[in-house]
């Protein structure tokens, strides 16, 4: 007879991305080994009747930790933030490995595993970021540690010290297309923001609201639309991060049309943020809302809502990059209230990014829990080459869960596990919030408190990248 098991959630409302059914879910050994009606007892029982049970989180798009020229310092590491990522329902984090220009890339990894070991409380992978793709990076760095389990690496077409041109590009994407890895890209166009910026500084705008003006839809359609060419021209699926509204969905559904295999991911920022974050006078407050691409506005928020509901987006991520207000490494560099152009870009959400999905969007009738779950969870499993160890629940997955508590709440930076000294969201009313979070069947977060511990997430090696169905071996190409 099969060992008894270790924990049996019962009569629990599983969703995945395909259906809702009732069941039992028995765990042994962090894996779910049964799914079923009247399972055998378990060495501990949890009644979970009448919740609503997802698949734990997966956030594909979060910085943690991340080197960064000049005085800013990220306030999450990966104690505080997997900490907060445990206590909002995410299971899975993939931060990135970034090179600095100069640094190999192997460097980069081995330094940024040392940042990791022994903090992190939920499972971890890595992307990388390619800044400086010399001839050994291209070939031979980069395949070697796409081998080893790093599959997937953001490229940026702006910020200086990260930014490629368009060679550059053509280059790591042919790497992607030969080792079967996937490319995400931040597209904004850096000329473009640059000549901006510097036209509203000799008019004297500097505030943090007129961060948003130097960064208008255009710059980020155009290069959504070279992005796209770069990566037809190569014959290689990409992947555009934090799309923020309605010109670069254009492009990507025109590129959808022509049958080109463009994936997309967006951020909460860009569903319940708007450029009056920003500030609509020139007070500093807004420096809290300083991201890149800028959030747009309601409009904007709606065309956001339509391509998560109709397919057009793939993932929904945080692009959590913690920075203190109250800061010298933070939003204040320094201890000064800066021109925008020296604000460190980002804005906190790990820990808020399901909560916000589920209650106003599937709680609100925007989309449905099907849909919620392949956006937070299995899709990025699949994106990343996690899946179906990831992202899903079904017999031979981690035990990686959410029970949700479906209750009406405010969000209050002082509730959250982070260490940001603000939320972007402070005030927003929620209708649910996970009640448990388990992590390979341990329960890491109970409702009230964090349960888990530093060091028992575990280091995930990504496999191949599997959103597009895979040809038979012996049909034609
Ligand atoms: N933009 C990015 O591209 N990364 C981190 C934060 C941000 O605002
Ligand atoms: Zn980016
Ligand atoms: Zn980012």
Redesign the pocket.
């Known amino acids: 007879m099969a060992d008894a098991l270790d924990l049996v959630l019962r009569n629990a409302r599983v969703a995945t991305a395909a259906d809702t059914f009732v069941c039992d879910i028995g765990v042994r050994g962090g894996r779910i080994a049964l799914l079923g009606e009247s399972l055998p007892a378990g060495t501990r029982e949890i009644d979970v009747a009448g919740r609503t049970v997802t698949p734990g989180g997966v956030d594909a798009h979060c910085h943690l930790d991340q080197p960064m020229e000049g005085p800013a310092k990220m306030a999450d590491g990966f104690l505080t933030g997997t900490r907060s990522a445990a206590c909002g329902g995410t299971t899975t984090v993939i931060p990135f490995a970034a090179q600095m220009k100069g640094q190999s890339l192997e460097a980069a990894v081995l330094d940024y595993h040392g940042r990791a070991e022994g903090k992190a409380s939920v499972d971890y992978a890595f992307h990388l970021i390619v800044s400086d793709p010399t001839p050994t990076v291209l070939a031979k760095e980069l395949p070697a540690l796409i081998a080893r389990g790093y599959t997937s690496f953001k490229v ?1 077409m702006t910020y200086d010290d990260l930014k490629l041109d368009d060679g550059q590009v053509l280059d790591v994407l042919d790497v992607a297309r030969t080792h079967g890895a996937l490319a995400m890209i ?1 597209a904004e166009n850096a000329d473009c923001i640059e000549w901006l910026t510097k036209r509203l500084e000799a008019a004297g705008r500097t505030a943090p609201r007129w961060h948003a003006h130097a960064r208008p839809m255009l710059v980020e359609r155009e290069a959504t639309h070279r992005a796209i060419a770069l990566s037809e021209l190569v014959d290689v699926p990409i992947l555009i ?2 799309v923020s509204g309605r010109e670069a969905i254009e492009q990507i559904r025109w590129a959808r049309g022509q049958g080109l295999p463009v994936f997309a991911e967006t951020c909460p920022q860009y569903l319940f943020l708007t450029a009056e974050d920003l500030g609509i006078d020139d007070s500093y407050q807004g420096a809290r809302c300083v991201c890149s691409p800028p959030p747009r506005d309601k409009a904007n928020q709606q065309r956001i809502w339509e391509g998560l509901a109709d397919g057009l987006f793939t993932v929904f991520s945080s692009d959590h990059a913690p920075f203190r207000f109250e800061d010298p490494q933070g939003k204040k560099p320094g201890g000064e209230e800066v021109p925008f152009r020296h604000i460190p870009n980002g804005i906190p959400g790990l820990e808020t990014r399901l909560a916000l999905l589920y209650s106003e969007g599937v709680l609100g009738g925007r989309i449905t829990l099907q849909k919620f779950v392949e956006l937070t969870a299995t899709n990025p499993a699949k994106a990343y080459g996690l899946h179906p160890r990831k992202g899903t629940i079904a017999v031979g997955s981690d035990a990686d869960l959410v029970v949700w508590d479906e209750r009406e709440l405010t969000v209050r930076n002082e509730r959250l596990h982070h260490a940001v000294d603000y939320t972007p969201y402070e005030g927003t009313p929620l209708k649910a919030w996970p009640g448990l979070t388990l992590l390979r069947g341990e329960v890491v977060w109970d409702g009230q408190h964090f349960t888990g511990a530093a060091g028992r997430g575990r280091f995930l090696p990504c496999g191949t990248p599997s959103l597009l169905p895979r040809a038979c071996p012996d049909s034609p190409r």
């Open positions: 940026y931040h991060v934090h």
